[in-house]
Structure formats: structure tokens, C-alpha cells
């Protein structure tokens, strides 16, 4: 009797066993959601962790003055109920945030614009204003989503207008100041295929000029300066940036001498 209730004790371990391992199979071994949907669900976390301009603007609001605060409030207040045209109320907003310093939320705004007028003017305006956020930007948040909205504005001035090399250097520059992760030198990419295509296009010729100084190499940084001084003597820009090139290898001389020129333009 003893040896019977002895088998069917672990009879019931086993069972008991089995249960506790086909469980674990089912439900940690095996995805519970469809493949495909976890993968957009995915994807929309990343995208809501870049950052939303309405959280920028409330964010914003919480640091300036009341004053301030009424004012935006007052112009937002025009914005909703003058829908049937409401570029000149974007406009204003636009001004107003860039004015009190918030360039990514008058990017925003000027990117609304953009897609009302659609025309090249302004989505240059708008990835512009986003360029310029860039710059003094430190978190990495907003510094995404200014990126990414800069060069979907850029790559809808070239759609617009295929021919104009200026957007696509703006493209390009950025990819310098907010490099991908994947491929970090593809705005220095970008340049030099521009440079490649356009030999003796100027603002090309700056801004791989202005590159090279950045880096160190200042030889390089002369003789591109110079190429765009054979095709525009009084380029001012390359004029300024030779006295930099000039002054950081010691040369004095020349320093001086592209400086004057530089300040006749200022």
C-alpha cells in the first residue's frame, strides 16, 4: 500500500512537472503578440520618444513670462478661429517663438505653413528655422526631431525645384551637424559628390572650405578658398575664411591681408 501511494506521488510531480514547463513554453518561450505588431509597436515607442511639438510648446510655456504666455495664447486663439486662412496667424507664431529663442517650435510652425502653401520658399523657410535649432540644442530629443523634420523640408525644396544646389548643401550640412548613426560622414559625402557634380559652384567650395578648417586641415581649406576667389574675387565669405585658414598656419601676412578684405564687406 505504501509503494502505491509512494507511485502516485510522483506520479502527481511529474504531472505537476510537465504542467509547470509547458506553462513556461506557452508563455515566456512563445510571443504573445503577432510578430508584425510588435514590431509597430515598436517602432511607434521610438518615434514618440523623439518628441512632440505640442510637449515642446507646453514645456516652453512653463519658463516664460506671463506676459509672454498671453500672448501666445491670444494668437493661438486667432489661429483657431481664423482656419479658413490661417497662414498669417502661423506666421506670427512662428516670429514670436523664434523671437523669444524656441527655434525648434518656430520650425514647427513654419513647417505648418509649408504645408499649406507648398511652395519652395517655404519649406526652405521651414527646414532652415530647423537648421538653426540645431545649433544650440542640447537635448538629443529635440535635436531628432529637428533633424528629421529639416530634411524631409529640404528634400521637399528639391522635389520643388531639382535644379537649385543650395538645398541640397543644406541637406547635406544636416547630416554634419546632426550626423546618422549608421553612416556618420554622409553630409561630408554628400558635399563632395556636390563638389564632384559642381566643380566650380561657390557655396559648395565654402562649405567643404569651412570643413576643412573645422578639422584642422587648413591647406586644404586655402586652396578651395581660393578656387572661389578665381570665380568671384570679392566673395566675401571666402574672404573671411582665408583669414581664419591664414592666421591658424601662421602666416600673418596673408591673415591681414584677407582680413581687410573681410571687414571691407561687414
Known sequence: MKKNNSLIGKSQLLLLLFSTILFSLIYFGLDRKPKKQALVEKSRAASAEVTDPTILIEEAKSLLKDDQVSYLQVLESDLRTNREDPIPFLEKLAAKWYELEYPAISGYYAEEIAQIDNTEQAWSIAGTTFTMALKGEKSEKVRAYCSQHALSAFEKTISLSPDNVDHRINQALVYIDE????????????????????????????????????????????????????????????????????????????????????????
Open 179 to 266: 550626423p546618422a548613426k549608421d553612416n556618420p560622414m554622409k553630409g561630408i559625402q554628400m558635399l563632395l559628390s556636390l563638389k564632384d557634380k559642381y566643380p566650380e559652384n561657390a557655396s559648395v567650395l565654402i562649405q567643404l572650405g569651412r570643413l576643412a578648417i573645422k578639422t584642422g586641415q587648413y591647406e586644404k581649406a586655402i586652396e578651395r578658398l581660393n578656387t572661389v576667389l578665381t570665380l568671384d574675387k570679392d566673395n566675401d565669405k571666402a574672404n573671411c575664411l582665408l583669414a581664419q585658414a591664414y592666421e591658424a598656419i601662421s602666416d600673418m601676412v596673408n591673415a591681414r591681408l584677407y582680413n581687410d578684405k573681410c571687414l571691407q564687406k561687414i
